[in-house]
């Protein structure tokens, strides 16, 4: 959702702001806007493409700026609504992620004092107010504005006649990037990593002055010092490297996603997961939160541990669980979340903070808000995931979600060293197995030629592979826009039959586990309805071929382990229908990378 960046150097802003918009796409955005200070401000703004408003914008004179990609909230995408907004006096410009709860009565009462408003945005009361309070201390009216207002934000203030970006956080990501004699502040890493690799994570309530050669970070009027990171990720892990969509580089990264997050922890489990949470809670049950995507791996997590180790567990989606969870007693949770910015995730997490349960968060970025709520981060060493299409990350997250199931095992009893000691095993065998599918994806790109033409799609999945099913018709769906629904295969019969028909393909997700008879059954049933159906098989299967229209084979790997192989050929499913359809792959539309608000 909403990208900012700020500058202040010794160089042009423009060329540099444009260039960091431009990394933020991928958060999605529908408008984008820029500003640079000099004598006064200058903006300009649109509802259009970053490379286009770089293309349309006039030069901008000035070394000190803001910049913005918008994902409506407030009013619709337009050249009015669109960031930065400026105060009655054109003097102050603002960029704002995240949503002013109480806008509504603020904008009323400035209103009523002569603020006179332009956009329909929330965004604009945080101009005025700003305005109101400004008496030639940017910093100090910035302070004073935010006491007035409820809601999310991360800003960045500009002032025409100071030479300083002023920023504030709460509960929406910021972070400030450290140059030489120039410094940043940005929505995230991958808008710095052309410039800098060394930031500073904000905190909710910080507020802060970053000047050319200064960076102050004030709580509760106090300045404080907070901590320099060094980033690990690298500029190039963020561009295409040749591909034709960040979509595929990721999917084709998969192999070494796994090595890289099983090397991680399968050398120092202990020293990951303080074991004591898990001997704490023995076998009370375990909550599992996530959204989108990642509570798809939250659901194979649930089977998992519930399968192998017996424990009673529980998958939630946060926005649901946030308003009626409160029954519900646990004193472990994991939150599994690739951003670690969604704001679902983040309110369920404090929440049961309050209630003093542990949080375990399993997240791919460091330093992000979800990490410094828990009270312990397992990290997915995905690199930077730029398609707003999760793939590469949902890999990393069953990864660590074996692992955990591993180490729990060794907690649990000696007995159960054997089984972690077999996962391991098969853990090990799977960048191999991922490989063979991404060297042998002709079968795949047959099928979505097929699937390309059509408008309606189900999945079908039973045990581990119905939260695949889910995931392969939420992939499709959402980069396709071939309307897509995923089913436990058994429920097919209870309401969606009455769908099918000749048009309306199914594509079946087989492991060879308990369920398999289920399925073949399941097949055969949708085979009598005339619905064409693809089955995704293991390489032993000769079988269930001869009954369907398609088939999909994925290399033999123990059933626990299918998810992972049945999840890449349905990704590389998704992208080549989408290829096909000639979509904007990377960045559908209305979507966001990250969703920072409820
Ligand atoms: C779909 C997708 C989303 C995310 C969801 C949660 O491809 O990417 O469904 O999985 O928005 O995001 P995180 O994992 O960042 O909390």
């Known amino acids: 959702m909403c990208g900012i960046i700020g500058y202040i150097g010794k160089r042009?802003?423009?060329?540099?702001?444009?260039?960091?918009?431009?990394?933020?796409?991928?958060?999605?955005?529908?408008?984008?806007?820029?500003?640079?200070?000099?004598?006064?401000?200058?903006?300009?703004?649109?509802?259009?493409?970053?490379?286009?408003?770089?293309?349309?914008?006039?030069?901008?004179?000035?070394?000190?700026?803001?910049?913005?990609?918008?994902?409506?909230?407030?009013?619709?995408?337009?050249?009015?609504?669109a960031h930065p907004h400026c105060d009655c006096t054109s003097r102050l410009a603002v960029v704002h992620n995240g949503v002013i709860n109480n806008y509504q009565s603020l904008r009323e009462q400035l209103t009523s004092e002569g603020h006179k408003f332009i956009s329909e945005t929330d965004t604009e009361v945080i101009s005025h107010l700003v305005e109101k309070y400004y008496h030639g201390n940017l910093e100090k009216a910035v302070a004073a504005a935010l006491s007035d207002v409820e809601g999310s934000y991360a800003i960045i203030v500009l002032a025409a006649d100071e030479p300083k970006l002023v920023?504030?956080?709460?509960?929406?990501?910021?972070?400030?990037?450290?140059?030489?004699?120039?410094?940043?502040?940005?929505?995230?890493?991958?808008?710095?990593?052309?410039?800098?690799?060394?930031?500073?994570?904000?905190?909710?309530?910080?507020?802060?002055?970053v000047t050319e050669d200064s960076i102050k970070v004030i709580r509760d009027s106090k300045e404080i010092a907070r901590e320099e990171h060094k980033v690990l990720w690298s500029a190039e892990q963020a561009q295409k490297g040749g591909y034709e969509h960040f979509m595929l580089k990721e999917i084709h990264e998969q192999p070494k996603v796994i090595r890289d997050t099983l090397g991680e922890y399968t050398q120092v489990p202990q020293?990951?997961?303080?074991?004591?949470?898990?001997?704490?809670?023995?076998?009370?049950?375990?909550?599992?939160?996530?959204?989108?995507?990642?509570?798809?791996?939250?659901?194979?997590?649930?089977?998992?541990?519930?399968?192998?180790?017996?424990?009673?567990?529980?998958?939630?989606?946060?926005?649901?669980?946030?308003?009626?969870?409160?029954?519900?007693?646990?004193?472990?949770?994991?939150?599994?979340?690739?951003?670690?910015?969604?704001?679902?995730?983040?309110?369920?997490?404090?929440?049961?903070?309050?209630?003093?349960?542990?949080?375990?968060?399993?997240?791919?970025?460091?330093?992000?808000?979800?990490?410094?709520?828990?009270?312990?981060?397992?990290?997915?060493?995905?690199?930077?995931?730029?398609?707003?299409?999760?793939?590469?990350?949902?890999?990393?997250?069953?990864?660590?979600?074996?692992?955990l199931v591993m180490v729990y095992s060794k907690v649990y009893s000696k007995a159960d060293a054997k089984r972690a000691a077999d996962m391991l095993l098969g853990l090990r065998q799977l960048p191999s197995k991922v490989q063979q599918i991404l060297d042998n994806d002709s079968a795949i790109l047959k099928c979505?030629?097929?699937?390309?033409?059509?408008?309606?799609v189900f999945f079908a999945g039973r045990g581990i592979?119905?939260?695949?099913?889910?995931?392969?018709?939420?992939?499709?769906?959402?980069?396709?826009?071939?309307?897509?629904?995923?089913?436990?295969?058994?429920?097919?019969?209870?309401?969606?039959?009455?769908?099918?028909?000749?048009?309306?393909?199914?594509?079946?997700?087989?492991?060879?586990?308990?369920?398999?008879?289920?399925?073949?059954?399941?097949?055969?049933?949708?085979?009598?309805?005339r619905a064409p159906v693809i089955a995704l098989v293991g390489e032993e299967d000769e079988t269930i071929e001869k009954i369907v229209d398609l088939v999909i084979t994925v290399p033999r790997v123990n059933a626990i382990f299918s998810p992972v192989v049945n999840t890449v050929?349905?990704?590389?499913?998704?992208?080549?229908?989408?290829?096909?359809?000639?979509?904007?792959?990377?960045?559908?539309?209305?979507?966001?990378?990250?969703?920072?608000?409820?």
């Open 448 to 456: 979505a030629k097929y699937l390309s033409s059509y408008e309606n």
């Open 569 to 598: 050929a349905l990704q590389l499913l998704a992208y080549y229908t989408a290829r096909q359809r000639g979509c904007s792959i990377d960045f559908p539309r209305n979507l966001a990378k990250s969703v920072t608000v409820e």
């Open 271 to 403: 020293q990951i997961v303080d074991l004591e949470i898990m001997r704490d809670t023995g076998k009370e049950p375990l909550l599992i939160l996530a959204c989108g995507t990642s509570y798809h791996a939250g659901l194979v997590g649930k089977y998992l541990i519930e399968e192998l180790l017996r424990v009673p567990a529980r998958a939630e989606i946060p926005s649901e669980f946030n308003y009626h969870g409160h029954s519900f007693t646990t004193r472990l949770t994991i939150a599994v979340t690739q951003s670690g910015e969604t704001a679902d995730t983040l309110k369920a997490m404090k929440m049961l903070k309050e209630a003093g349960c542990k949080v375990i968060a399993i997240s791919n970025v460091v330093g992000s808000t979800a990490t410094r709520i828990a009270d312990q981060t397992i990290y997915t060493r995905a690199g930077p995931e730029i398609s707003v299409a999760a793939t590469k990350s949902f890999i990393a997250q069953l990864m660590v979600l074996y692992w």
């Open 167 to 209: 920023f504030a956080k709460k509960d929406s990501p910021l972070v400030i990037g450290i140059g030489d004699r120039e410094n940043f502040a940005a929505s995230d890493v991958p808008a710095l990593l052309d410039y800098t690799n060394r930031v500073i994570y904000l905190e909710d309530g910080d507020i802060g002055v």
């Open 12 to 81: 042009q802003a423009q060329p540099i702001l444009l260039h960091s918009l431009a990394k933020l796409e991928y958060r999605g955005y529908d408008s984008c806007g820029i500003a640079v200070a000099s004598s006064g401000i200058q903006i300009y703004k649109d509802a259009v493409r970053v490379a286009e408003l770089a293309k349309a914008s006039p030069q901008l004179d000035g070394t000190i700026g803001i910049a913005h990609t918008r994902w409506a909230t407030h009013g619709e995408p337009s050249q009015v609504n």
């Open 465 to 529: 592979n119905f939260p695949i099913a889910l995931e392969g018709a939420l992939k499709l769906k959402e980069i396709s826009y071939i309307h897509a629904e995923g089913y436990a295969a058994g429920e097919l019969k209870h309401g969606p039959f009455a769908l099918l028909s000749a048009d309306t393909p199914v594509v079946a997700v087989v492991a060879k586990d308990n369920t398999y008879e289920a399925m073949l059954t399941n097949i055969k049933e949708v085979k009598a309805r």
